[in-house]
Structure formats: C-alpha cells, structure tokens
C-alpha cells in the first residue's frame, strides 16, 4: 500500500484542518489506518486510528473530543478532522495502514507509511 497525506499547514489556534490520506495499492478495506505525528525531538505519538469497516475508532487522550477520523474506502482515503487546534498539535502528521484492529495505538504494529504533512498551529 502507498500512502500520500496531504492538507497540512498553518492555522491560528483554534482553527481547523481536514488531513487527508490517500492510498493506492493493495485493497484499502483491508487495513486498518491511523494517524500518528511527530514533534522533531521527540517519539511519534499515536493520535487516531480506525478499523476496516469505519465504525471503530480509537483516539488519544489529547485530541478526544476535538479531532475526528474517517474514512471512504469507495475513494480509498482516510481523513483527519482537526477542530479547536492548539499550539501543542504542531507536528509533522503521518498516516498508516497495518492489518488488523489489535495494538493500534502502537507504530511498530503498522506495515505501511506515509510521507508526513506538517501542521503548525500558531498562538
């Protein structure tokens, strides 16, 4: 599966973004997807994932309640709503696709990655 995030970029705080996440490939409605960033310094962080079918989502404690994951897999792409935007969201976006719903707060458990949107989120 090749991924391509795109819809990155500067916004006020509490602005909003929409990531997008397209795949080519192997069948997309095979693979869970989630999202994940990275600040330069320090570990990438699990933000949201989503199994197969759409209707399991996962999220971390950070963004609960303020960003969204979806997906279309007639169009193959997985998105990102990003709402109420903070300082400490800015970070380089990454999507991925892994097989299965187990551990999908973890990287490591993900086979196919993206090549990162940067979003920077100004005070």
């Known amino acids: 599966v090749q991924l391509q995030a795109s819809g990155g970029g500067l916004v006020q705080a509490g602005g909003s973004l929409r990531l997008s996440c397209a795949a080519s490939?192997?069948?997309?409605?095979?693979?869970?997807m989630g999202w994940f960033r990275q600040v330069p310094g320090k570990e990438r962080e699990f933000v949201a994932a989503i199994n197969r079918n759409g209707d399991l989502t996962y999220y971390a404690d950070s963004v609960k309640g303020r960003f969204t994951i979806s997906r279309e897999n007639a169009k193959r792409t997985v998105y990102l709503q990003m709402n109420s935007l903070k300082p400490e969201d800015t970070a380089v976006y990454y999507c991925?696709?892994?097989?299965?719903?187990?551990?999908?707060?973890?990287?490591?458990?993900?086979?196919?990655w993206g090549q990162g949107t940067q979003v920077t989120v100004s005070s």
């Open positions: 490939g192997r069948t997309f409605s095979n693979y869970a």
């Open positions: 991925a696709a892994k097989s299965g719903i187990i551990d999908v707060r973890l990287g490591s458990k993900y086979d196919y």
